[in-house]
C-alpha cells in the first residue's frame, strides 16, 4: 500500500491530504500537473508526496471574501490603533491659512514659500527679505546706487558661501549613506590569502574589480548591493567560511 | 525585370518612405540628383507614388499632420542623485498641497520622505513586512497610502507619522493604490487581479471589481464617470462603473502586459503603456486618441505626464523618453547613468513622477538610487530643437 501525501507548498498555509491508492498512474488521472516525490520514510510504507503548484499565482476569478465564509471565526486580536470605534477621519485645512500662519511664525523663510519651492532653483533663494528691505529704505537717493551694487556683490558672495556649505553638507550626507551601507577596509584583501570562493562567479573578485574602478573617484567604496560591500565580505571571512 | 525593379521600388516607396516628412540623406541625395537631371522642378516628390481619390485624401491627411508642428520642450538632465535605499525604489509620490516633500516606497520594506527642494532625508516609515509597490499621498486628507505585498494597504498620518489604519482583505500582493478626489474611498489593486474599493473610514472593502485575467498594475481614479480605471497584465485596461460593479469599457488595443497608466493634470483622457506602444485615450468614452512614437523604446514600467503636455515613459532598460502628449511625439531619448558602484545591468527606471509645478521629474531606479531631472536651463527651440518631427499616419490624433 502506498500512502500519498498531497502538499500545497503554499507559504502560509501547509495542507496535507493523504490517500491510499496503488499506483502511481491514479495520481497522475488525479493530479495531472502533480509533482511526484516518492519517500521511503519507512519500511511498512511508501510516503508519495505530492507537491502541487499553489493556485495563488491564478487571478482571482470570483470575488472571495474570508469573512462570508461559514466557519469563518475572526480572531481575537485587536489591534490598539483599529479598534472598531476609531472612524474619524481627518481633513487638511485650507492650504492657505496653514501658509500664512507659517509665515508668521517664521520670519526668516521667504513669504512666497509656495512658489519657491515650486520655482526651478530652490538653492537660490535669497536671505533675509526684511533686512533687504529696510537697508534700502534707510539709504540716501544718490548712494542708493553705488550701495546696491556692493549690497549684491556682498549679496553673491554670501549666496556663494551658502551654496557651497550646502554642497559640503549634501556630499556629507551622501558619504554618510554610503558609509553606514558599507564600511570600507582597504588593503586587506592583498594581505589575505586567496581563498577557493574567489575564484568563482559570485566571489570577491568582482567586488574587489569594481571597487577599484570607484577608488579614482572622491564615491570610493560605495557598492551598491549590501552583499558585495568589503564589510559583508570581512564578515563572511571572518565568521562563516 | 525591369518591371519587376519598378514594382519593388514603387512598394518599398509606397511602404517605407512615402510618409515621411523628411528623407534619409542618402535617398535625398539621389532623389535631388534625379530632379537636377531631368530637369523637373518638383519639390514634392514624395507623393508621386499615389493616384485617385483615396491618394489624395491621404496627402491631405499628412500635409494636416505636418502642419501640426509639436509644440517645443526644453530638454532635460539629471540634477541630483540620491541615494539611501536599500533595494529597489518602486514607487514615489509627491506631496500635492504644498510640494515640499516628497515620499518613495521601496523594495527594502521602507517608506522615506525627502525634501523636495535639497534631497535630504526627513524620515524612515517602516511597518510594512514586504516590499513596498506604491504610494498615494492624499490631498484632502493629511494622510498617506501605500500599498505593499505583504497584502495590506497602510494609512499613515501624516501628523503623527504613524500607521494608523490597515486595509486587509487582498488575498495577494498589492500593486497599487489611488485615492479617489472627491469621495472617501480608495482604489487598489493586485496580484489577485481584482479592484478593491475601500472606505477610508471605516476599513472596510465597499466594493470588489472582478473583471481582469491576470494581475492588476495600475488603477486609477478620476472624479467623475469612469470613477476607476485599471490596467492588468491581461493586455487590458477597463474602465469600470463602480456603481454597477461592472467594467464600462475594455480597451483591448495593447498586445503586451500593460505595466502603466497615467492620467492627464488638465485634459480629460488617460495613456497606456505596453512594450513598444504607448497609446491615450479620450477619457468618458475610451476611444483612441493618439499612437505615440513609441515603436523602439522596449519595456516601459511608468508613465507621467506633467501640465504643460510632457509625457515621460520610464523603460525597463534605462531608456527616458519624453513624449509631446498632444501629437505624440518623441523629442528626447536619453538613458539614466547607474549610480557608480551598481552594475550596469541595474539601469532600469521603476517609477516615475512629475511634482506640482511639472518642472522636475523625480524617478526610482533599479540601481536604488532616486534621480531628480530638470529642464537644461538656457535651452532655446534653436538651439535645443531636439528629435526631427517625422509624422506618420499611424500615429495620428483622431
Known amino acids: ?241 | 525585370m525591369n518591371s519587376a525593379d519598378d514594382l519593388y521600388r514603387e512598394l518599398r516607396w509606397n511602404n517605407q518612405f512615402q510618409v515621411m516628412g523628411t528623407l534619409p540623406r542618402n535617398l535625398q541625395q539621389v532623389i535631388d540628383e534625379r530632379t537636377r537631371g531631368s530637369g523637373a522642378g518638383t519639390t514634392v516628390v514624395a507623393y508621386d507614388g499615389r493616384s485617385g481619390e483615396e491618394g489624395q485624401a491621404a496627402v491631405q491627411r499628412y500635409q494636416q499632420l505636418v502642419a501640426q508642428k509639436p509644440q517645443w520642450h526644453a530638454p532635460w538632465r539629471l540634477s541630483k542623485v540620491i541615494n539611501g535605499h536599500l533595494g529597489w525604489v518602486r514607487c514615489v509620490a509627491v506631496e500635492p498641497v504644498d510640494n515640499e516633500w516628497f515620499v518613495t516606497g521601496s523594495n527594502d520594506t521602507t517608506l522615506k520622505v525627502w525634501d523636495l527642494a535639497s534631497g535630504k532625508l526627513k524620515l524612515t516609515l517602516s511597518g510594512h513586512t514586504m516590499g513596498v509597490r506604491d504610494v498615494a499621498v492624499s490631498e484632502r486628507h493629511p494622510y498617506m497610502f501605500s500599498a505593499s505585498e505583504d497584502k495590506l494597504v497602510k494609512c499613515w498620518d501624516l501628523e503623527k507619522n504613524t500607521a494608523i489604519r490597515d486595509y486587509y482583505g487582498h488575498l495577494s500582493g498589492v500593486h497599487t493604490v489611488d485615492i479617489h478626489p472627491t469621495l472617501d474611498l480608495i482604489a487598489t489593486g493586485g496580484r489577485d487581479a481584482v479592484v478593491k474599493l475601500w472606505d477610508i473610514r471605516t476599513r472596510k472593502a465597499v466594493k470588489t471589481l472582478v473583471g481582469h485575467k491576470a494581475p492588476i498594475t495600475k488603477v486609477k481614479c478620476t472624479p467623475v464617470d469612469p470613477q476607476v480605471v485599471s490596467s492588468s497584465t491581461d493586455t487590458t485596461v477597463r474602465l469600470w462603473d463602480i456603481v454597477a460593479g461592472k467594467s464600462m469599457k475594455v480597451l483591448t488595443h495593447h498586445k503586451r502586459a500593460v505595466r502603466s497608466i497615467a492620467l492627464h493634470p488638465g485634459e480629460f483622457s488617460l495613456a497606456s503603456a505596453c512594450t513598444d506602444d504607448v497609446r491615450s485615450w479620450r477619457l468618458p468614452e475610451g476611444s483612441l486618441l493618439t499612437n505615440f512614437q513609441s515603436q523602439s523604446t522596449g519595456v516601459i514600467n511608468t508613465l507621467s505626464i506633467n501640465d504643460d503636455n510632457v509625457m515621460f515613459a520610464g523603460g525597463d532598460n534605462g531608456v527616458l523618453s519624453f513624449y509631446e502628449y498632444k501629437s505624440g511625439h518623441l523629442y528626447q531619448q536619453t538613458s539614466t547613468q547607474e549610480v557608480r558602484g551598481s552594475l550596469e545591468s541595474e539601469r532600469g527606471v521603476l517609477t516615475s513622477t512629475f511634482d506640482a509645478t511639472g518642472l522636475r521629474l523625480i524617478t526610482g531606479e533599479v540601481d536604488k538610487s532616486i534621480k531628480i531631472w530638470r529642464h537644461v536651463e538656457d535651452a532655446t527651440e534653436e538651439n535645443q530643437p531636439g528629435l526631427p518631427w517625422n509624422p506618420n499616419l499611424s500615429g495620428q490624433r483622431f
Open chain 1, 1 to 241: 500500500m502506498i500512502r500519498v501525501a498531497l502538499q500545497r507548498t503554499d507559504t502560509y498555509k501547509r495542507s496535507y491530504m493523504y490517500a491510499n491508492v496503488k499506483l502511481y498512474t491514479h495520481i497522475y488521472f488525479f493530479f495531472p500537473s502533480a509533482l511526484l516525490i516518492v519517500e521511503a520514510t519507512s519500511t511498512r510504507q511508501n510516503t508519495v508526496r505530492i507537491a502541487t503548484m499553489t493556485t495563488s499565482h491564478r487571478p482571482q476569478l470570483e470575488a472571495r471574501s474570508g469573512a462570508k465564509a461559514a466557519n469563518y471565526v475572526p480572531t481575537s486580536t485587536e489591534h490598539a490603533r483599529l479598534l472598531p470605534g476609531h472612524k474619524t477621519v481627518k481633513y487638511r485645512s485650507s492650504n492657505r491659512a496653514k501658509l500664512e500662519s507659517k509665515s508668521k511664525n517664521d520670519p526668516r523663510s521667504p513669504k512666497e514659500t509656495h512658489s519657491v519651492s515650486n520655482s526651478v532653483d530652490s538653492d537660490e533663494e535669497s536671505g533675509d527679505p526684511e533686512a533687504e528691505a529696510d537697508g534700502l529704505l534707510d539709504e540716501e537717493e544718490e548712494d542708493s546706487e553705488d550701495e546696491d551694487s556692493e549690497d549684491e556683490k556682498e549679496q553673491f558672495r554670501q549666496e556663494l558661501i551658502r551654496l557651497r556649505q550646502r554642497q559640503a553638507n549634501i556630499t556629507d550626507n551622501k558619504q554618510r549613506t554610503s558609509t553606514r551601507i558599507n564600511t570600507d577596509a582597504e588593503g586587506e584583501s592583498d594581505t589575505k590569502k586567496a581563498g577557493w570562493r574567489s575564484k568563482t562567479v559570485f566571489g570577491r573578485k568582482k567586488s574587489n574589480s569594481s571597487n577599484k574602478k570607484v577608488t579614482k573617484t572622491e564615491n570610493a567604496g560605495y557598492v551598491n548591493n549590501m552583499t558585495k560591500s568589503n564589510y559583508h565580505q570581512n564578515f563572511l571571512d571572518k565568521y562563516v567560511k
